[in-house]
């Protein structure tokens, strides 16, 4: 008698593995064709600059948004996306400090935990899961000397990318030729200086996608105003507008020493050869 109910007991979770293995391929198949849901099924309205983010297929994007704007909840589940649907490849956030690092993955494990982790974890730490189907999300403090190790990632998330040196981003970007990986970095601005400055104002081939703080509907007009008198127009304008400013510490401002410069003026040592 105990036999027979240990096999209907163990034929039972048989079927049970069955039927979730096939809604969790189902459910994968529906995260393919809506990548929206990696944020509506967590209980997230996606805005509709949150829903082309994830809809999009750009190889390199940069989302310059004002703080409280969504920026990390897009790229958390930018970085689900690619872990779940690209199998056998990792994917690597890097954040400026260790503590930004872990509330990015939090919100990585949240929205999986909301999908019913339709992939197993066979391995899950602080900053790292390590799925079943081979992939791996790592999520570190960027520093060059941590991060040379990894190759053939799938999708490189910088966040908070004004504030990553710019040895640390020409040290990623070759982790990208092997697997074409994709490359997202998200930030408030921070001053007329560095990479994510060159390549928001340069021209190589970048989705741009900017959203400040007036265009969120979750920051209120009320609350924006008194910022504005709390912080000043400069902090105002850099936080909340997306206003790449003036590093404090400069001596000149940028716009006086472009509006300094002229082609009509004669050197007054010209190069060798010139009259």
Same mark, same amino acid.
């Given at each position: 008698?105990?036999?027979?109910?240990?096999?209907?007991?163990?034929?039972?979770?048989?079927?049970?593995?069955?039927?979730?293995l096939?809604?969790?391929?189902e459910l994968?198949?529906?995260?393919?064709?809506?990548?929206?849901?990696f944020?509506?099924?967590?209980?997230?309205?996606p805005?509709?600059?949150?829903?082309?983010?994830?809809?999009?297929?750009?190889? /390199?994007?940069?989302?310059?948004?004002?703080?409280?704007?969504?920026?990390?909840?897009?790229?958390?589940?930018?970085?689900?996306?690619?872990?779940?649907?690209?199998?056998?490849?990792?994917?690597?956030?890097?954040?400026?400090?260790?503590?930004?690092?872990?509330?990015?993955?939090?919100?990585?494990?949240?929205?999986?935990?909301?999908?019913?982790?339709?992939?197993?974890?066979?391995?899950?730490?602080?900053?790292?899961?390590?799925?079943?189907?081979?992939? /791996?999300?790592?999520?570190?403090?960027?520093?060059?000397?941590?991060?040379?190790?990894?190759?053939?990632?799938?999708?490189?998330?910088?966040?908070?990318?004004?504030?990553?040196s710019?040895?640390?981003?020409?040290?990623?970007?070759?982790?990208?030729?092997?697997?074409?990986?994709?490359?997202?970095?998200?930030?408030?601005?921070f001053?007329?200086?560095?990479?994510?400055?060159?390549?928001?104002?340069?021209?190589?081939?970048?989705?741009?996608?900017?959203?400040?703080?007036?265009?969120?509907?979750?920051?209120?007009?009320?609350?924006?105003?008194?910022?504005?008198?709390?912080?000043?127009? /400069?902090?105002?304008?850099?936080?909340?507008?997306?206003?790449?400013?003036?590093?404090?510490?400069?001596?000149?401002?940028?716009?006086?020493?472009?509006?300094?410069?002229?082609?009509?003026? /004669?050197?007054?040592?010209?190069?060798?050869?010139?009259?």
């Amino acid at each position: 008698m105990a036999v027979a109910a240990l096999r209907r007991r163990l034929a039972g979770l048989e079927q049970q593995a069955v039927r979730k293995l096939r809604r969790d391929g189902e459910l994968l198949e529906r995260l393919r064709d809506d990548p929206t849901l990696f944020m509506s099924s967590a209980g997230l309205s996606p805005d509709p600059w949150q829903e082309n983010v994830l809809r999009s297929e750009a190889e /390199r994007t940069l989302l310059l948004c004002s703080r409280q704007a969504g920026k990390s909840s897009v790229s958390a589940a930018l970085a689900l996306r690619s872990a779940l649907t690209r199998p056998g490849f990792p994917v690597l956030v890097l954040s400026p400090t260790l503590r930004q690092s872990g509330e990015l993955f939090r919100k990585i494990v949240s929205l999986n935990n909301a999908l019913g982790r339709p992939v197993p974890a066979v391995r899950e730490t602080t900053l790292q899961m390590e799925l079943a189907n081979g992939s /791996r999300i790592v999520s570190l403090p960027g520093t060059e000397g941590t991060v040379r190790g990894f190759r053939e990632v799938a999708l490189l998330i910088i966040d908070e990318a004004a504030r990553v040196s710019d040895a640390l981003y020409y040290a990623v970007r070759p982790m990208l030729a092997v697997s074409k990986g994709r490359l997202a970095a998200l930030s408030t601005p921070f001053g007329q200086r560095g990479w994510f400055y060159d390549e928001w104002h340069g021209t190589n081939n970048w989705k741009r996608v900017r959203i400040t703080a007036p265009e969120c509907p979750r920051i209120s007009p009320e609350f924006l105003a008194e910022e504005r008198r709390s912080l000043g127009e /400069r902090w105002y304008r850099q936080e909340y507008l997306c206003s790449f400013e003036a590093t404090v510490d400069a001596v000149f401002a940028a716009e006086d020493i472009r509006a300094a410069l002229s082609d009509d003026v /004669r050197p007054l040592f010209p190069a060798a050869g010139e009259d």
